[in-house]
């Protein structure tokens, strides 16, 4: 089971370009290849539109933060079971938190992270849209606003928890397996 | 609760021009627009990537047939409640085959459904991928491919049932509204 | 799988006099047999007791409406997964409520579906009483006669509730195939 | 909470006669008059109807026993935390099986009772009818089969597990309460 | 299935001499061996830690009564489907109550027991420790102490609980069975 | 929400002397106190019973190795959502197992992880323990024994996963906090 995938895994040299350079600008900026890019690429098509889509939900300026955006992922990708997006966003969290402690938190039991009264709202509602979206309700969003949601961050909120519904479940059918790396990573302070 | 969406939905003419030539486009094929493009259209970058995504797995050619990508939409659409989807792809599903009844079969209960044994069992894995996918095990894969599905057709399967994971969980937090055309296409013969 | 029922399906010639009477008169009425009667009439004893305490409950004058009757029916069917009951009294509602939407509306999820505050209160208790009626309190008869229902009527949204809650169970167990004559009733205007 | 039910009990002389005939009946059978007698009799179409179809489920001859029979009950009424129908149906048990402990061990954990083997596959097909009906198939018949259930067995199972799938919700929404006579009997040898 | 236990049961010669002690003297406070009391006796050190702690929470002096102590078991040990629990916990409320109804209530379904609204408020949190206790919140804290339950009472409700969410799990596991003794105790006036 | 529990955590000082030594004991081994130790110290008598257990099953010579015990504990502790427990636990696994990666495999999902196939068929059989035990049967013993387990490793894996219901419930509802410390420990090699 140390496979990357129980998916093929092409080659570097065999993808199309533009795949290719993606691949190569993560492995210059981090040092390595998140699997999750090697997982995807036998796919081009569907590697194309899973990036744009992540990058467009992920590396969103103003509204909600980065590390906001994060721990989205790992609440309900801990909620999904999900191997690979609890240990590769629970790295990226503690970085963009700068806090080596609330991605596990997080991961396990939201209610019991050190996260402000606001991020608990912002999670809770996270968990509703992964686990049980159709009781969603105008209620919900009243909720929200109390606590100073936009409409715009609401939709952030869902849309994230949306998009790692698919990418959970991608993950869980590949046995997507994360990075040696990601273990470590914003756990020791520099 | 009559309107489209509790999102905002720009007018056209306020869309970036891919946008709307997408939108124009879909009109001129299907006689009307429907809303899941008015919808999304407030996130220009999300609505390229969806589209982009939905395209690369539904009108993939070979492999599984159209009508059977569109069966996995609809009974997992069913079994998350999620009522833009179970109506707008079961139109879509009946008129790909030609089929009246099948729709509204796989939406309450695939089990039931006048599906040949191959589509039970792609249906079976598909429930499993929507509902449980961190207990995917290599049993599956063992088993879809004792019934003939190639390692490609998996992952469409998969994939499918993953994105619609996603646009399932969009649709009832906006609580997205199918339009009303939709209800009756493919039921009467032409 | 096109068979009326799993287990045996008798000729109308064999029935009891009363029971074919009454297979008789439906005919006259619909045009065609709903396959219930048929799939019941091998216990002629049961067969009597079923519609006896079906019409008690659905063909009742005074308060509920019949097409919120009817509603109970298929919301709660659908959360049963029940093919038979929510193919053949989506039928009968569309019907009744003379609306082609609102029963599909309300089958994939009813919260979402067009009809009054009062009717979203009915349908909400309703599905408490499908799914966990040992959780059924005070609080809820409070709430309900707040939303201005008599005690005659609460009665009424749980027994039909419980009805079908014993309908759907014997639907799905025998494999009760609903007629194609029920998907398109009520869905295109006279 | 020591009242019979939440809804109107009538006095015994405002019932129709036959309505009065059946308790007074039963009450010089048993001594006492089990109280889902006058927990439905303000309803009499609907009282008529249950009791027609209790009759002719758990009164029957030949196939299951009438110990088995209840056992059914007893079972799949602890699956709905159905209080009267466990206490009042255990005392029947304990009765007709002419054993103290049996109804006790059943409303817990079935797979822990004093049955025999084809007692035990009996009520796992009672429960899946109770608990997920829509999961049964072609397999569960062909499994009773080989256990040596004929098909109108295999009814009887279905359609006692499902009549009190109506009969606990009822129970529950009226918080129909036990006779305290039914907690001892059967219990002490005479 | 009539053993006391899947696992070893040793005879009383062959315990450590404390071990053998505290069964001879719960023996003549009873006038029987509870099985319990055998089933754990194959391991010693796990006997002393289960006894010293179960009698640590259970025969306390002081906050909760006796009674309602074993109100806790009995609910959970229903929830839990465990049957040596509900039917010798049950025998001990019995007595410990002098009510012979309120166990079977208590197991069935504890919203319709007939208890005090303090002890409803006790058995809602213990099954909420029992059956979702990663959800407790302040919020349950301040219900509980708004009730009148002190801050010690609150720990023995959730300790009681959880010591029983242990011994549940070893109960079904071994497949302990209560002694037949125990579903006759506390019915009968003496 | 970063005090220790919420109930009394008392000074070393004020502890029985046997309460007090054994804490100091464990800080001088392990460098810290874990805070499970001052979170029960408020009962005495349940700290001794709770660590007499504890050791009991974990610090065991033979059959399951220590590292596998942990196993049980980490992956029944994630499927409880118990947040002291999977942080400090893991922490003991890493150690333990001298891997720095399994205990994030086996807390999220251990279908994942890189453990035996016998590991596998361990945790399998803890998690039913821990989620369904009254569905544990002989086919699940005659599996474990095929899988080369003994009937006494059968019970400690049992009792470390119904052990643990008891902690995980105790440490859900205290909100007991686990210590930094281990957070890290057992992911950086010495």
Redesign the interface.
């Known amino acids: ?2 496979a990357i995938s ?3 895994v092409p080659e570097l040299k065999d993808l199309p370009g533009d795949v290719r350079e993606r691949i190569v600008a993560v492995q210059e900026k981090s040092g390595f290849v998140p699997n999750v890019f090697l997982a995807l690429a036998h ?1 081009p ?2 590697f ?3 990036f ?2 992540h990058d ?2 992920m590396d969103k300026e103003g509204g909600l933060t980065k590390a906001e955006r994060e721990m989205i992922v790992v609440a309900t990708s ?1 909620a ?4 690979y997006c ?2 590769a966003h629970g790295a990226i969290l503690r970085i963009r938190a700068k806090n ?2 609330v991605a ?2 997080v ?3 939201h ?4 996260i402000t009264a606001r991020q608990r709202a912002m999670l809770d509602f996270a968990m509703k ?2 686990l049980e ?5 105008e209620a919900d ?1 009243a909720a929200l606003a109390k606590d100073g949601f936009s ?1 715009d961050e609401v ?1 952030d909120i ?2 994230i ?3 790692f ?6 993950a ?4 997507m ?1 994360p990075n ?1 790396e990601f ?2 990573m914003g ?2 302070p520099k």
């Open positions: 089971m140390s129980r998916f093929p796919r098509a569907e194309r539109a899973f744009a889509y467009a939900l801990g999904n079971n999900c191997h609890v240990v080596p402690l596990d938190q991961a396990i039991n209610r019991k992270a050190d849209v992964a979206s159709h009781k969603v309700e969003f409409k939709w869902a849309a928890a949306a998009f519904a698919m990418s959970n479940r991608l869980n059918v590949s046995s397996r040696d273990y470590l756990r020791v």
